[in-house]
């Protein structure tokens, strides 16, 4: 019932910079605030996760991997949790979803961030 579409992958040379959303719709979720995680599956690797951000933004937690260089953020009036990611890496190459960690619900199309030079 409830949807989630992540936006903003794209290719990027290393050390660039990509800004994603998520955004959730369907009645029953989208009038309540949770928290939020985003995800990231790469080519032949189980999906991990990536960072977790609270329903009032107030606790935010990131994985080893991208600590310092992504940052996460959400505009509950508008349903949308956004993803900053600079200083990309290649191994930062992934398919990169959204959903509530411990709520979760049917998974994203995603979108492809690929980190090439």
């Known amino acids: 019932q409830v949807q989630l579409v992540e936006s903003g992958g794209g290719l990027v040379q290393p050390g660039g910079s990509l800004r994603l959303s998520c955004a959730a719709s369907?009645?029953?979720?989208?009038?309540?605030?949770?928290?939020m995680a985003w995800y990231r599956q790469a080519p032949g690797k189980e999906r991990e996760l990536v960072a977790t951000i609270s329903y009032n933004g107030g606790s935010i937690n990131y994985a080893d991997s991208v600590k310092g260089r992504f940052t996460t953020s959400r505009d509950n009036a508008k349903n949308t949790v956004y993803l900053q990611m600079n200083s990309l890496k290649p191994e930062d190459t992934a398919v990169y979803y959204c959903?509530?960690?411990?709520?979760?619900?049917?998974w994203g199309q995603g979108t492809q961030v690929t980190v090439s030079s």
């Open positions: 959903n509530y960690p411990l709520r979760p619900v049917s």
């Open positions: 369907g009645f029953t979720f989208s009038r309540y605030t949770y928290a």
